[in-house]
C-alpha cells in the first residue's frame, strides 16, 4: 500500500531541486510527524530537514499573536464585558461563565470566516429585537435590557480585541483574521519561499485567503488527500469542499489541481458488526486484534467514533498487542480524585452550620479520605453507632482521635463562602495526600495534574477577583479537569494505532476498524450550540449543517480510500439519547457498493447460558453442632425457630455463624426500632402494676404521660436522630397514636365492667425440653410481652407493631405448624404459653397478639379447628401444649440432626 504522504512526497521530491528549502504546513502536528518520519525512512543521504508546521502554527506566527488558553479567555472577556458601559445589567462571573463560552465561541466563527463585525452584529440585533415583537404590552425594562445586550455587542466584540491585543494574544478566531490581514506583509518577506500545503480539506475563509494568496505567488502548491471516485462525482460529499475550492479559486482557472489518486474502486473487504452495548464493541475488538499476526498490527489502526470507549477498550487489548500508540489522552475528570473534590465542593456550598453524616461518610470512607484521616474508619463507625445525622465542625473534632484533627480541620471547616479560602484548602489537601504516595502511581499522576488545576485556578483568582464564590471556583475546576488529559507515551510510527478521527487526516492504513459508526455520533449530527440563527449563517456564509455532515463524511472516507480491510462497528442497543441507529455511512456503503468491494455483516449476541440452579445446602461439621449445642443449653428463641422454618439458611447465617446485617445510619425510624420503642413505652407504663388490678385512674394518668414517655424512648432507642421533622415526626405522632389508642382500649374495658388483673410484664422464660434422642440438654426461652387474667381468664399476650389478623394465629393441622412459616404467629404464642406452663400451670388459658394495625380486632386468639368453615378451638389446654410438645420438638430434633443439612428453601 502507498500512502497519501508517500505519493505527496515522491511528486515533490520529483519536481523539487532542494526539499530542504520548502515549508510544509499540515492540518495537524501530528500528521506533521508523520511527514517526518516518510524523509526520515526514504532518504538516501544526509539532508537539512524541511521546515514542517501545522496550520495553526503557521497562521498564528503570521499573526504575531499567541493564542490564549480558553479559561483565561474567560476571565479576560469577563473584563471587557464589564467594561462594556452600554449593556445595563451585568452578571456575576459564575452566571456569565454559562452563557459566555458559546458567544465567544460564535465571535471565534465569524472571525476565522473574516465576516464584517459591523453588519454582522447589526443583523443579529435585529432578528432578536424581532423575537420580542409578540408581547403586546410595553415593552418592560426586562425586554429593553434584552435588546440592549444584542445591540451592544458590537462594543463587546471591540472591547475583547481591544484587551487582548495590548498583550499581544488572541482567541483562534482572531488569530486568523489577523494572519489574513498580514498575509501581504509574509508574501513581500518570503515570495520565493516554496510552500506545500498537504491533506487539506475543509478551510475556513481565513485559510481559504492565505491559501490563495501564497498560491499566486508561484511558489506554493496544495495536495488534496482526495480519491478521484468522488471527485468525479459532483453529488457526493466527501469532496464537496474540494470540488468548490477547484471550481471558484482563481489559481485553478489557468493550473490544473494536484489530484493523484484512485483507490477506493480497488479491492476491498467490508465488515459491518452490530453489537449489543458499547463494552461490546471492546470486546469484539480485543477478538479481531487476537487473530492477527504482528506484521498485521503494524499496518492496523483503531478510530474511536466515541472517545468514550478508550478505556474499555485498553483493557480489552489481547497479549498479541506489544507496541501501542495513542493519540488522545484519558480525561483526567474521569479519576476517582475528581469525583473527591466535586463531592467536597457539594459540601462546602451548602454553607450550613451541621453536616450531614452522608456528606461526611462520602468522604471519609472514599480512598483520599482515608489517606488523610488515619482512623478515618474508626470514626464513619462512630457516626453509626450514635446514629448521628447532622453534626457540627467542632462536635465532629472532639468525636474524633486527635490524629485527624488537620486533615478534618482541611475537609470539613466552613470555607465561608469565600473562593480563595476553597483553592488554598485543596492545595493543601493535595500537597498533603502527594506525600502518601512515594511511587509514581497513577494517582500520583492524577493528583500532579489536579494540582497544576488548582494552581492555575489561584493563579488566574489572584490576578482577576471575578471568582466570588465556591460555586464558581467548581465551575472552573469541572471545565478544566474535562478538558485536560493524561497523554500516553508510545512508538508514535509503529505498532497499533489507536486514534479519534481528527487525527486520522493524512494518515493511510491497510486494516481500519472504526467503532461507534452509528447516526449521531459518526455523523455527530446537528448542535445548536450559538446565537447564529440559520438565516444569519446562511446570509454571511457560516457553515450549514450540510457543510458540517460533508466534514464528516470526508473523514469517514478519506480512511478508506487504501485500507483493504474495514471493520465498521455500531451499537444496536436503544437507551437515553442512543437511538441505537446504524451511521448513514453503512447505508451508503451498502447501497452504492462497488462490484470490487465485498461486504460481509455480523450481528454479535451475548452468549446466554443459564445454568441449573440447585437449592444451597450447608453440612453440619463438628464446629456447626458445637454451636447448636451453645444454642440449646442457652435456648432457642421463638423468633430463631420461626426463622429456621422459614428458611433454614437464614437460622445458619443469623444463629450459627452469628452474621448480622451491616449496621449503618437510621435516619428514619426503622420498623423494629418502632417496635422497641411502643414495646418499651408499654413496659414503663404496666411494670409497676404487675399483680394488680388495673384501675381507670392509673389508665388516665398513663395517658397524660404519653408524650413524655414516647420521647424518652425515642431519645434512648433512635440515639442521635432527630423526630422533630419529616417523616420522623409522623412516626413519632403514630407511636403515640398507637399507645393512646391501646390505652383508651383498656379503659373501655375497665369501665364497661371487666376485670384486668396484670400478671407478668415483659417477663424472661425457660424452660427444658426432654429430648432423650439428643445427648445433650435442650431449652427454649423467649420475653413474654404480657400475661394478665381477663376476668378471671388467663391470657398470654404478644404485642406486634406490624399488621395481623385472626387467620395468622389459627392453625389446622397440626404438623403444618412447623413446616410453614405463615403459622410462625400461632408458633410464637405457643411457645410463650408452653413456657409459661412451667410458673402459671395451664388448664385453660388463651394466648394471642394485640395487634396494633389492627387495633380494633382487639385481642386475637390463638384458635384450632378441624375446617375451614368449622367452630374454632380457642382454649389452650394441658392436651394443646402437649400436641404442640410433639411439633416442637420434631423441630428441634430436625435442626439439630447432623445427618440433615442445612438446605435453602424456596421462597415464593
Given at each position: ?186 508574501i513581500n518577506h518570503n515570495r520565493r519561499k516554496p510552500h506545500i500545503f498537504l491533506g487539506f480539506n475543509a478551510l475556513n475563509t481565513a485559510e481559504q485567503h492565505i491559501i490563495q494568496e501564497l498560491l499566486e505567488t508561484g511558489h506554493t502548491k496544495i495536495y488534496w488527500d482526495a480519491d478521484r471516485t468522488f471527485y468525479e462525482d459532483s453529488k457526493h460529499s466527501a469532496s464537496y469542499f474540494i470540488r468548490k475550492y477547484i471550481k471558484n479559486w482563481k489559481f485553478f482557472k489557468d493550473n490544473a489541481p494536484i489530484i493523484v489518486a484512485q483507490n477506493f474502486e480497488k479491492a476491498k473487504h467490508f465488515k459491518f458488526i452490530e453489537v449489543q452495548k458499547n463494552i461490546g464493541q471492546a ?509 378471671g381468664q388467663l391470657r398470654i399476650i404478644d404485642y406486634k407493631t406490624g399488621l395481623v389478623n385472626q387467620g395468622d394465629v389459627e392453625i389446622m393441622d397440626w404438623e403444618e405448624l412447623s413446616k410453614d412459616y405463615k403459622f410462625s404467629k400461632a408458633f410464637q404464642v405457643l411457645t410463650y404459653a408452653l413456657m409459661m406452663n412451667k410458673d402459671l400451670p395451664i388448664h385453660g388459658a388463651e394466648a394471642g397478639i394485640i395487634s396494633f394495625k389492627n387495633l380494633a380486632s382487639g385481642f386475637l386468639k390463638f384458635g384450632t379447628k378441624t375446617s375451614a368453615y368449622s367452630k374454632r378451638d380457642q382454649q389452650i389446654t394441658a392436651e394443646t401444649l402437649e400436641t404442640f410438645t410433639i411439633e ?21
Amino acid at each position: 500500500m502507498i500512502t497519501f504522504l508517500q505519493e505527496a512526497l515522491a511528486h515533490i521530491q520529483s519536481t523539487s531541486a532542494d526539499i530542504s528549502e520548502i515549508t510544509f504546513v499540515l492540518p495537524s502536528k501530528r500528521a506533521g510527524g508523520f511527514l517526518l518520519n516518510e524523509l526520515k525512512k526514504n532518504s538516501h543521504k544526509t539532508f537539512f530537514a524541511p521546515r514542517i508546521c501545522s496550520i495553526e502554527e503557521f497562521v498564528t506566527e503570521m499573526s504575531n499573536l499567541e493564542i490564549i488558553d480558553n479559561t483565561e479567555l474567560l476571565f479576560k472577556s469577563y473584563e471587557a464585558y464589564l467594561n462594556t458601559e452600554s449593556i445595563p445589567e451585568k452578571d456575576d462571573f459564575e452566571t456569565y461563565s454559562t452563557w459566555a463560552g458559546t458567544l465567544l465561541n460564535d465571535f471565534n466563527e465569524i472571525d476565522r470566516h473574516l465576516v464584517e463585525p459591523a453588519s454582522f452584529f447589526s443583523y443579529l440585533a435585529s432578528i432578536k429585537t424581532m423575537e420580542r415583537w409578540g408581547v403586546k404590552d410595553e415593552k418592560t425594562e426586562l425586554i429593553n435590557n434584552y435588546i440592549q445586550f444584542w445591540e451592544s455587542l458590537p462594543l463587546f466584540y471591540s472591547n475583547i480585541q481591544s484587551l487582548l491585543l495590548k498583550e499581544h494574544l488572541g482567541y483562534q478566531g482572531m488569530v486568523y483574521r489577523e494572519a489574513s490581514s498580514n498575509i501581504e506583509h509574509y508574501i513581500n518577506h518570503n515570495r520565493r519561499k516554496p510552500h506545500i500545503f498537504l491533506g487539506f480539506n475543509a478551510l475556513n475563509t481565513a485559510e481559504q485567503h492565505i491559501i490563495q494568496e501564497l498560491l499566486e505567488t508561484g511558489h506554493t502548491k496544495i495536495y488534496w488527500d482526495a480519491d478521484r471516485t468522488f471527485y468525479e462525482d459532483s453529488k457526493h460529499s466527501a469532496s464537496y469542499f474540494i470540488r468548490k475550492y477547484i471550481k471558484n479559486w482563481k489559481f485553478f482557472k489557468d493550473n490544473a489541481p494536484i489530484i493523484v489518486a484512485q483507490n477506493f474502486e480497488k479491492a476491498k473487504h467490508f465488515k459491518f458488526i452490530e453489537v449489543q452495548k458499547n463494552i461490546g464493541q471492546a470486546k469484539y475488538v480485543g477478538e479481531v486484534l487476537a487473530t492477527l499476526s504482528p506484521e498485521e498490527i503494524n499496518k492496523t489502526a483503531i478510530v474511536l467514533g466515541d472517545e468514550n470507549l478508550l478505556v474499555p477498550l485498553l483493557y480489552s487489548l489481547p497479549s498479541n498487542v506489544k507496541a501501542l500508540n495513542l493519540t488522545m489522552g484519558v480525561s483526567v475528570g474521569n479519576f476517582p480524585a475528581v469525583g473527591f473534590f466535586e463531592r467536597l465542593f457539594a459540601i462546602h456550598q451548602r454553607n450550613t452550620e451541621t453536616l450531614y453524616y452522608k456528606d461526611i461518610l462520602s468522604i471519609v470512607n472514599h480512598p483520599l479520605g482515608r489517606n488523610l484521616l488515619p482512623d478515618a474508619g474508626e470514626l464513619a463507625q462512630k457516626l453509626v453507632q450514635n446514629n448521628i445525622t447532622h453534626i457540627s465542625f467542632q462536635d465532629l473534632l472532639e468525636m474524633s482521635e486527635p490524629s485527624n484533627a488537620d486533615g478534618l480541620e482541611l475537609l470539613f471547616n466552613n470555607w465561608r463562602e469565600k473562593s480563595e479560602m476553597a483553592i488554598k484548602s485543596s492545595l493543601r489537601i493535595i500537597e498533603k495526600l502527594q506525600n502518601k504516595y512515594e511511587t509514581a502511581s497513577i494517582d500520583r499522576i492524577v493528583l500532579h495534574h489536579l494540582y497544576d488545576i488548582f494552581g492555575k485556578i489561584d493563579a488566574l483568582n489572584q490576578k482577576y477577583t471575578h471568582l466570588k464564590s465556591v460555586k464558581s471556583v467548581l465551575t472552573l475546576f469541572s471545565e478544566l479537569t474535562a478538558t485536560t488529559s493524561l497523554d500516553f507515551e508510545g512508538d508514535a510510527y509503529g505498532g497499533l494505532q489507536v486514534m479519534g478521527v481528527l487525527e486520522t487526516r493524512v494518515l493511510d492504513f491497510e486494516n481500519v476498524i472504526i467503532t461507534s459508526v452509528n447516526e449521531g455520533i459518526f455523523p455527530s449530527g446537528k448542535s445548536n450550540a450559538s446565537f447564529i440563527t440559520y438565516d444569519l449563517k446562511q446570509q454571511f456564509n457560516l457553515p450549514l449543517f450540510p457543510e458540517k455532515d460533508a466534514i464528516y463524511t470526508y473523514h469517514f472516507y478519506r480512511l478508506l480510500h487504501r485500507a483493504k480491510n474495514i471493520t465498521l462497528l455500531y451499537n444496536n442497543h436503544s437507551e437515553g439519547i442512543n437511538t441505537g441507529e446504524k451511521s448513514r455511512f453503512i447505508r451508503q456503503l451498502e447501497i452504492e457498493k462497488h462490484p470490487n468491494h465485498t461486504i460481509e455483516k455480523k450481528v454479535l449476541a451475548p452468549k446466554v447460558q443459564i445454568a441449573p440452579q440447585s437449592l444451597k445446602q450447608i453440612q453440619k461439621t463438628e464446629s456447626v453442632m458445637q454451636r447448636l449445642r451453645e444454642i440449646a443449653a442457652k435456648g432457642f428463641s421463638p423468633s430463631a425457630l420461626t426463622s429456621y422454618i422459614r428458611n433454614p439458611l437464614e437460622f445458619y447465617f443469623q444463629k450459627i455463624l452469628r452474621l448480622s446485617e451491616f449496621e449503618e445510619v437510621e435516619e428514619t425510624v426503622a420498623a423494629n426500632t418502632l417496635g422497641t420503642i411502643i414495646h418499651d413505652t408499654l413496659e414503663k407504663f404496666y411494670q409497676p402494676l404487675e399483680n394488680s388490678l388495673l384501675a381507670v385512674d392509673d389508665l388516665v394518668g398513663m395517658k397524660n404521660r404519653v408524650h413524655d414517655e414516647v420521647t424518652a424512648q425515642f431519645k434512648k432507642t433512635f440515639r442521635g436522630g432527630t423526630f422533630s421533622k419529616g417523616k420522623n415526626l409522623i412516626i413519632f405522632e403514630v407511636a403515640k397514636r398507637y399507645i393512646s389508642n391501646f390505652i383508651d382500649r383498656e379503659i373501655a374495658e375497665v369501665e364497661a365492667g371487666n376485670t384486668i388483673k396484670i400478671r407478668k410484664i415483659e417477663t424472661d422464660l425457660t424452660l427444658e425440653i426432654p429430648i432423650p434422642e439428643l445427648d445433650f440438654p435442650v431449652k427454649i426461652h423467649g420475653k413474654v410481652d404480657r400475661v394478665d387474667e381477663y376476668n378471671g381468664q388467663l391470657r398470654i399476650i404478644d404485642y406486634k407493631t406490624g399488621l395481623v389478623n385472626q387467620g395468622d394465629v389459627e392453625i389446622m393441622d397440626w404438623e403444618e405448624l412447623s413446616k410453614d412459616y405463615k403459622f410462625s404467629k400461632a408458633f410464637q404464642v405457643l411457645t410463650y404459653a408452653l413456657m409459661m406452663n412451667k410458673d402459671l400451670p395451664i388448664h385453660g388459658a388463651e394466648a394471642g397478639i394485640i395487634s396494633f394495625k389492627n387495633l380494633a380486632s382487639g385481642f386475637l386468639k390463638f384458635g384450632t379447628k378441624t375446617s375451614a368453615y368449622s367452630k374454632r378451638d380457642q382454649q389452650i389446654t394441658a392436651e394443646t401444649l402437649e400436641t404442640f410438645t410433639i411439633e416442637l420438638k420434631k423441630l428441634i430434633l430436625e435442626i439439630c440432626d447432623p445427618q440433615l443439612p442445612f438446605t435453602e428453601k424456596e421462597i415464593d
